[in-house]
């Protein structure tokens, strides 16, 4: 009989108690976002922002998906950017003053 494995978690208890206090915010209407201090209504929202707070804390959550860094890759010095695609002199636009509407006859 093979011995049977602990689950590792993959979040710590100190996260999913950001979450629940998080959560019970967003429940009374008193969550705001970060800058724009606007009230969140999702709730996907309301758990990415208790996520981040709890990452900010120092708990044990996930990094973000997609945020990989990997520490020995570094540009070499030798590579240059390609110039890109350059603008044509065309026509130059009218310093933002509309013609004014024309009358149909």
Not at 23 to 36: A, D, I, Q, V, Y
Request: glycine fraction near 10%; proline fraction near 8%; hydrophobic fraction near 20%.
């Amino acid at each position: 009989m093979a011995a049977k494995k602990k689950s590792k978690r993959q979040y710590g208890a100190a996260a999913s108690k950001t979450v629940k206090k998080v959560m019970r915010k967003k429940k009374r209407g008193t969550l705001e976002s970060g800058r724009s201090k606007k009230k969140v209504k999702s709730r996907k929202q309301a758990i990415a922002i208790a996520l981040s707070e709890a990452r900010e804390a120092g708990a044990k959550v996930p990094n973000k998906p997609g945020r990989k860094k990997s520490p020995g890759r570094k540009k070499s010095p030798g590579r240059k950017k390609s110039p890109g695609r350059k603008k044509s002199p065309g026509r130059k636009k009218s310093p933002g003053r509309k013609s004014p509407a024309r009358k149909r006859a």
